[in-house]
């Protein structure tokens, strides 16, 4: 059973600051790894797909990295601003099936 | 462009009373469509799928239903709920399985089990 973790729980950082966010998970036979924002009381927007072929992936001001043989992935993001402010989830995907984190909930302090 | 509808946002029920949340789709066709349960604190979990009409696969044993009558819609019954069935449900849909597989959700609905 594939167990995704997010680390940390909590993070609270000023606006200009960058953001790292940690993800990791126990099979490495997964197809991509997804990153979503949360929005409190919203459903999930996708940021960023990772193929198990890819070490990354860039938007704008986030990056998503993969490490498939060590479980782990991260995801930066730059310049925080007040409007980054949500829960980053990590998903993990087996065929259709996609197994989340618990998720990171950012505070960018303006 | 396509887009995901769920209905009631928000409900209140009592324990032991029926349930029927509502999910649909617009602007595709055959969509694979999912329902997930996410407890405060706590990751999505997937309950339900389906890769076609009539076609429901479960992931969690428990006192919900799932059904599609049609292409694009989904929905998710209780006959009796449980305090424990109170969450934020979120319905969501892909193109297809595997590698390309972004899931698109909906806003989902607030339900207060009391």
């Known amino acids: 059973k594939q167990e995704v973790t997010q680390i940390p729980a909590a993070l609270s950082v000023p606006e200009g600051e960058n953001l790292v966010l940690n993800c990791s998970f126990t099979d490495s036979a997964i197809y991509n790894l997804q990153w979503f924002r949360q929005d409190p009381g919203k459903g999930l927007t996708s940021l960023l797909l990772?193929?198990?072929?890819?070490r990354e992936q860039t938007s704008g001001r986030l990056n998503a990295s993969l490490d498939k043989s060590s479980g782990r992935s991260t995801l930066y993001i730059a310049a925080s601003q007040p409007g980054d402010s949500a829960t980053y989830l990590c998903a993990v995907s087996d065929d259709y099936k996609l197994s989340f984190g618990a998720g990171t909930t950012v505070t960018v302090r303006a | 462009s396509q887009t995901i509808h769920q209905w009631p946002a928000t409900l209140v029920q009592p324990v032991g009373s029926p349930l029927s949340l509502e999910c649909t789709v617009e602007g595709t066709s055959n969509p694979n469509l999912y329902w997930y349960r996410q407890a405060a604190g706590r990751g999505l979990q997937l309950l339900f799928y389906?890769?076609?009409?009539?076609?429901i696969s479960s992931e969690v044993p428990q006192n919900l239903s799932a059904s599609r009558p049609q292409d694009r819609q989904f929905i998710l019954s209780s006959k009796k709920l449980l305090l424990s069935d109170s969450g934020f449900y979120l319905c969501a849909w892909s193109v297809e399985r595997g590698v390309t597989d972004t899931q698109y959700f909906g806003p989902g609905t607030r339900l207060t089990v009391l």
């Open positions: 389906s890769v076609g009409i009539g076609q």
């Open positions: 990772i193929q198990s072929s890819q």
